[in-house]
């Protein structure tokens, strides 16, 4: 195996995570919507034990959109500021590392978010 695998491997497997991630917290959202209850003047109410779970749904989507907008503007801005120092768009550098780690840290926090609450919502249930 070559380091291009491996980095292979990683972009192919986040990328399924993430998907799978957003999916999971709509499916929570939707799980959550079962349980709301029609008030007494025809208004929706959600019990206040599920909210804690919805928040945390909704934060991953939140995070979801800032793992990919921080992402966007930190390669939009590294490839314009390349682009105006000369650089030919065949010559090929390096980039710091530092330039993934807004993106990498969007990406855990969401995942870390909807796993907190799935584990909620298990919990609600099993109690």
């Not at 120092?85 to 710091?96: H, I, K, L, N, Y």
Request: proline share 4%; hydrophobic share 50%.
């Amino acid at each position: 195996m070559r380091l291009k695998d491996a980095l292979e491997n990683y972009y192919t497997f986040s990328t399924s995570l993430s998907n799978v991630n957003r999916q999971l917290c709509f499916a929570g959202i939707a799980v959550v919507w079962v349980f709301v209850v029609k008030g007494e003047n025809g208004s929706h109410e959600l019990p206040s034990e599920l909210i804690f779970p919805l928040g945390f749904f909704a934060l991953g989507l939140a995070l979801d959109l800032c793992h990919y907008i921080s992402a966007t503007i930190v390669w939009g801005l590294y490839h314009r500021k390349k682009e105006k120092s000369g650089v030919s768009p065949e010559t090929e550098f390096g980039a710091p590392h530092i330039i993934n780690w807004p993106a990498i840290l969007f990406f855990w926090a969401k995942v870390i978010s909807t796993l907190i609450g799935y584990v909620s919502l298990v919990k609600l249930f099993i109690s």
